[in-house]
């Protein structure tokens, strides 16, 4: 519009030099204003195509995502095991007598079960609970009879020094305490004396006992143990039949024969 009115001046015969002057400087304004808008928009379309690759540089870099952490489960039960024993009583029972001809029956052999855990490759623990024996006396000839029975139990607690491991085999040395239970009973009727009663007499006794032994492994949860132990109560009393008084203490030296099942 602005050009289209300079032309129309200059048409109409305004020549003067002052128009002229001022008509030339128009027209460059002009021309000045356009070539500016050619600049600007050039330099607009280089600057966009010049972050073109940037843009595309930024899109093809590669994306990094942190990877979650890995969950590892945690077992359960690790560590635990099952035991089994059977056990046989080297030492003398606590009664061993023979009375008006007849002896005593005595179960020098026991058993054990318990549940144990492995604290550390060389350390271990576990509870039981054994039979460890009973002595049994009966006598009846008719007219005087009487029986006696003796039996022991034991609960403890276990802890196990694993030496070290060879070819499969691991010797070990070990200590425990609890109770050992023994329960008396004796039963007496004997009219040719005259002679007649019951006794029934039950207690409960600290213990300790002291193992050693050797353990092989069958397989991955499986293990053989052979051992020793000596199981001490020197709490306990008994009747010593010979002199008819009562005594204190009594101990047991067992071999005995095992599996451990470890529980995974």
């Not at 030496?163 to 039963?187: D, H, K, M, Q």
Request: include cysteine; hydrophobic fraction near 40%; charged fraction near 15%.
């Amino acid at each position: 519009m602005l050009n289209r009115h300079l032309t129309i001046m200059v048409n109409n015969g305004f020549d003067s030099k002052a128009g002229r002057s001022a008509g030339c400087h128009l027209v460059e304004w002009a021309m000045n204003n356009r070539t500016l808008r050619i600049f600007l928009g050039a330099s607009l379309i280089a600057a966009t195509a010049g972050m073109g690759p940037a843009l595309s540089a930024d899109l093809d870099s590669p994306i990094f995502v942190q990877e979650a952490p890995e969950f590892v489960p945690v077992e359960i039960g690790s560590g635990w095991y099952l035991r089994g024993d059977i056990s046989y009583t080297l030492s003398d029972p606590v009664y061993d007598f023979t009375l008006l001809g007849v002896g005593t029956d005595n179960m020098r052999f026991g058993a054990a079960g318990g549940i144990g855990y492995r604290f550390s490759d060389w350390l271990r623990g576990d509870v039981n609970l054994a039979f460890l024996g009973s002595d049994d006396f009966f006598y009846d000839d008719g007219t005087d009879s009487g029986s006696a029975a003796h039996t022991a139990w034991s609960g403890m607690v276990h802890a196990y020094a694993d030496i070290a491991t060879v070819a499969g085999f691991t010797p070990y040395i070990g200590g425990g305490v609890g109770l050992l239970r023994t329960s008396n009973e004796v039963v007496v009727n004997a009219p040719s004396i005259p002679l007649a009663g019951a006794i029934d007499d039950t207690q409960y006794r600290f213990a300790y006992a002291l193992n050693a032994g050797v353990s092989y492994r069958m397989g991955n949860n499986l293990s053989l143990d052979l051992g020793y132990q000596y199981l001490a109560s020197p709490g306990t009393q008994y009747v010593d039949v010979n002199t008819l008084t009562v005594r204190e203490g009594v101990d047991y030296h067992q071999v005995r024969v095992g599996l451990r099942y470890d529980i995974w």
